[in-house]
């Protein structure tokens, strides 16, 4: 039971922890002419010690509801895991998705390629076991086409992984459905995503998924400006969610989408800050979100906000900072300064490491601005 709940979390991964520095090219074999350089570790930890690098990469990516993947030990684990070639696919699949988290998006990418050539996707198909790997492949490779706003290749690519599910479990169905459905919204093809969206709840409807659903959907009703869909779908996501993180996320989307929909309607954004308040009484804030949520309380700057980012314990400085921007620009943008909103946000988009939402919101948000 615990692997589809595994792939779940994978479709909703978040960004990772670190430190000190290091480097090294990858295991041979498949992954020949994949140089990994600039890769931080932590000189502490060695994956050679552990029995099991594989499962313990996947559990690292279990817990990426709570937005603590630790991606540089992820790749480390995963590195490891492909050199001792008992669950090489496994690997490799790992591989690409914490190359992407510690901000080596073509690394990534070109081993997600290897991974899913047509030779190798012949031998995953006819190994049951080894099939999950080509789930998490195409799941993983949909990211960086997203991130790349290569919307066919990216949906393409949810399709491609819920249909070689070795076993099909309605909730990673519902939950690559929802992806799929953001995705749509931000190409600005909304009946597809409308369609996938219901697609979604068929599959998954019990409240962890009312909740992913619709916060997905009231994503892409964000970065399509739609303020009042937005609001709507992010207060069933934060009243829904049982995750502190996902809940806090939730609430600062839900913020500014009331904010700008009060912008809108006639200048006023204090009934969203009333909200905002409100809520952040409500829920328990997840810890790597804290300085974000004293940042749109007004409680703190957005230096320090950035600062607070950076000494996080819970997440390595890129992301970190990655995702500061993004909540910094939503500071700006509402004190009505639209060029310092514009700045922060592609500081977010150069980081290449964000969480995948805040990547394509500050993308949206930016091509909105005409920048």
Not at 297 to 324: H, K, M, T, W, Y
Request: aromatic share 6%; proline share 5%.
């Amino acid at each position: 039971m615990r692997r589809p709940a595994l792939l779940i979390a994978v479709a909703f991964l978040a960004a990772c922890q670190t430190q000190g520095q290091g480097g090294k090219p990858a295991p041979p074999g498949p992954l020949s002419g994949v140089v990994i350089t600039g890769v931080e570790s932590d000189p502490n930890f060695s994956p050679a010690t552990v029995a099991a690098p594989c499962q313990a990469a996947e559990a690292l990516i279990g817990n990426a509801a709570d937005g603590q993947v630790q991606g540089h030990r992820l790749v480390a684990l995963a590195e490891e895991c492909v050199k001792r070639g008992s669950d090489r696919a496994m690997g490799q699949a790992l591989l690409g998705y914490g190359l992407q988290q510690i901000g080596k998006p073509r690394e990534g990418l070109q081993v997600l390629k290897n991974l899913l050539a047509f030779s190798d996707a012949a031998r995953l198909a006819a190994n049951p076991a080894a099939a999950r790997a080509s789930v998490l492949g195409y799941e993983g490779r949909s990211y960086f086409y997203a991130g790349q706003r290569r919307w066919p290749a990216a949906i393409d690519d949810i399709d491609q992984a819920i249909e070689v599910q070795p076993d099909p479990d309605t909730r990673v169905t519902g939950a690559l459905l929802a992806r799929r459905g953001f995705y749509q919204s931000l190409a600005g093809n909304g009946p597809a995503a409308t369609n996938s969206f219901e697609n979604a709840l068929s599959n998954w409807g019990d409240r962890q998924g009312v909740a992913e659903i619709a916060y997905q959907r009231g994503l892409g009703a964000l970065g399509r400006a739609q303020w009042d869909r937005a609001a709507a779908e992010l207060a069933v996501a934060f009243e829904q969610s049982g995750s502190a993180y996902r809940r806090t996320q939730a609430m600062l989307a839900a913020y500014f989408a009331e904010a700008m929909a009060g912008l809108a309607r006639d200048g006023n954004i204090v009934p969203a800050q009333v909200a905002l308040e409100t809520r952040a009484q409500q829920t328990a804030i997840a810890p790597t979100m804290e300085p974000f949520v004293s940042l749109l309380l007004r409680e703190i700057g957005p230096e320090a906000a950035r600062e607070l980012a950076e000494a996080n314990p819970q997440q390595n400085v890129e992301a970190s900072l990655a995702q500061a921007y993004w909540y910094i620009g939503i500071y700006h943008l509402l004190a009505g300064e639209a060029d310092t909103a514009q700045s922060a946000w592609r500081e977010a988009v150069s980081t290449r490491v964000t969480t995948l939402q805040d990547l394509l919101l500050s993308q949206s948000m930016l091509r909105r601005m005409g920048s």
